[in-house]
């Protein structure tokens, strides 16, 4: 079955400090992965996604992540962190079919202290 | 472009009552889903229409019913409302394929308390 982890429930990190959000996934065939994330009630803003190609994608607002095919894992980073960033974030596995669906991990709340 | 627009913003339900989300996106986007958000739950697949004229169900189907009303158009009713369904509920589209770029996009929810 497919499934996406997001270990932490709350990462915690000071303003101008690098940071990092984890996420490890479980699918079968090419991963198709993204991030995104949602500010206090709001809906979800995509940040960014890997497909194919370069294991380091850029996305929004200075966000990177890394694809480890070998440790099933795509973290966030960011390599300096703004209070702005606080908010909850979500990875994403698309499903074993062609129709888009989406498997999320539970999030995990960022919170940047000034 | 609004992107995906969902009404209403807020719903108080008593057990028992029905009512209808509505959720219309002007991006000509040829999939559509639902969503239900709950704390340390992540998102979790309600029902999806990949494509107009066709609806499947996703993870969490019981309760609710969707219409794929026309392409900018998925409608979601819980007939019946329970407590177990207060939740925010989440609105999304997407043209999946290369052109399309496969990541969806999400409308502002609708919070929902059935007491």
């Known amino acids: 079955a497919q499934s996406v982890a997001q270990p932490e429930d709350q990462v915690n990190v000071a303003e101008g400090n690098p940071l990092t959000v984890k996420c490890t996934y479980s699918?079968?065939?090419?991963?198709?992965l993204f991030w995104y994330v949602q500010y206090p009630n709001r809906g979800l803003q995509f940040l960014l996604k890997?497909?194919?190609?370069?294991?380091l994608v850029k996305g929004s607002y200075g966000f990177e992540a890394e694809f480890n095919k070998s440790q099933t894992s795509f973290h966030l980073k960011k390599p300096s962190a703004l209070v702005s960033d606080s908010a909850l974030y979500f990875c994403?596995?698309?499903?074993?079919?062609?129709?888009?669906?989406?498997?999320f991990g539970q999030g995990t709340t960022l919170q940047v202290k000034p | 472009n609004a992107g995906v627009t969902q009404t209403p913003k807020f719903q108080v339900l008593k057990t028992g009552q029905s009512m209808t989300l509505q959720c219309a996106q002007d991006?000509?986007?040829?999939?559509m889903y639902w969503y239900r958000q709950d704390p340390g739950m992540g998102l979790r697949l309600i029902y999806y229409?990949?494509?107009?004229?066709?609806?499947d169900k996703g993870e969490v189907p019981n309760g609710y019913n969707v219409s794929r009303l026309n392409k900018r158009e998925f409608s979601l009713r819980l007939e019946s409302a329970a407590p177990s369904q207060t939740s925010v509920y989440f609105c999304?589209?997407?043209?999946?394929?290369?052109?399309?770029?496969?990541?969806?996009?999400f409308g502002p929810g609708t919070r929902l308390t059935v007491t």
């Open positions: 994403a596995v698309r499903g074993s079919s062609n129709t888009g669906k989406l498997i």
């Open positions: 699918v079968s065939g090419n991963p198709y």
């Open positions: 890997y497909i194919t190609g370069d294991n």
């Open positions: 991006m000509n986007h040829n999939s």
């Open positions: 229409s990949a494509s107009e004229g066709t609806t």
């Open positions: 999304a589209s997407l043209n999946w394929g290369r052109q399309g770029g496969y990541e969806q996009y």
